[in-house]
């Protein structure tokens, strides 16, 4: 019998305050199990607007404890509750002046297995994301979920094939890609990136985006969020580009195995010849 795993993904628009954002993800977590998900991931930031539109130091207001503050102790109850594994993006504060672009990771009887922290940090126009947070400095961890081997790569470290690499090394079978990504030069690398990715390491790629545009900035988020095979096919439509969506879909994590047997890349590494890439 194939491996299969019912996996989630949302993507919304803000609603305008973190209360109802958290209500509108729990309602759509709700649903997810209704279908039978067994894994869901939320966008970037998701109890907040992409507020890195602008610089402004009110914008710190949005950061809390991970994983002690009230979004993670909220959704470990429900975790518990629905016996699901989550992936929750979220500005998080870890002391004064120490703020991160960071994931924290549900296992589905509701235990906080532990946080990514966002490693490559843009800062140009309406991303101005150096000036809220530190780079991450956690490494790649791979989590040990009641649903397979999860990890996490946020947003603009799609454009690095390292951390990709990392998280394949450490064994991922799924790795949600949570991102705040609008219309402009990154369309085009949207479909293409993530899919390459999974090729590349010989994983499924969730890749999450919000969409319409928000309160503190011009940027129009273009949704089309999707889940891709290790193949790079995409499982089943990729998303609207103006609504929002709850997306499920069935992944056969034995085609990991698969698909590692017939392309073997990681026989055929090369890490002995690498040391230069990492100079300079």
């Known amino acids: 019998m194939p491996h299969n ?23 759509y977590t709700r649903e997810a199990a209704a279908q039978g998900a067994e894994v869901i991931g939320f966008q970037e930031v998701f109890n907040a607007p992409y507020f890195c539109q602008v610089q402004e130091a009110q914008h710190h207001r949005w950061a809390e404890p991970v994983p ?27 002391k004064p002046g120490f703020y991160y672009n960071t994931a924290a990771v549900i296992d589905a009887d509701g235990t906080y297995l532990g946080k990514y922290r966002k490693h490559h940090i843009p800062q ?40 990709w690499r990392a998280l394949g090394l450490a064994g991922a079978q799924l790795v949600y890609n949570p991102s705040a990504t609008s219309r402009g030069l990154s369309a085009h690398l949207w479909k293409l990136e993530q899919p390459a ?9 969730a890749a999450i985006n919000r969409v319409g545009r928000e309160e503190y900035g011009d940027n129009d988020f273009y949704g ?19 609504k929002a969506e709850l997306v499920v879909r069935d992944l056969d994590f034995d085609m990991v195995d698969e698909v590692r047997q017939q392309w073997a890349f990681y026989r055929d590494r090369r890490p ?3 040391g230069p890439l990492t100079e300079g």
């Not at 503050?69 to 509750?81: D, I, M």
């Not at 990715?197 to 790629?205: K, P, S, T």
């Not at 089309?224 to 103006?242: C, I, M, N």
């Open 68 to 94: 002690d503050g009230p979004t993670v102790t909220r959704f470990q109850a429900l975790a518990a509750e629905l016996n699901m594994v989550m992936v929750l993006p979220i500005f998080e504060i870890d």
């Open 5 to 27: 795993v019912r996996a989630a993904l949302v993507q919304t628009e803000w609603t305008g305050d973190t209360a109802s954002m958290l209500d509108a993800h729990e309602r």
């Open 124 to 163: 140009v126009k309406g991303f101005w994301e150096k000036y809220y947070f530190r780079p991450g400095n956690l490494g790649w961890p791979v989590f040990d979920t009641a649903v397979g081997r999860v990890g996490v790569y946020i947003c603009y470290d799609r454009h690095f094939p390292e951390g």
């Open 224 to 242: 089309t969020s999707y889940f891709v095979d290790p193949r790079g096919q995409f499982v089943g439509e990729v998303a609207s580009d103006t």
């Open 197 to 205: 990715a999974a090729v590349a390491n010989e994983y499924f790629v």
């Open 272 to 274: 002995d010849a690498y």
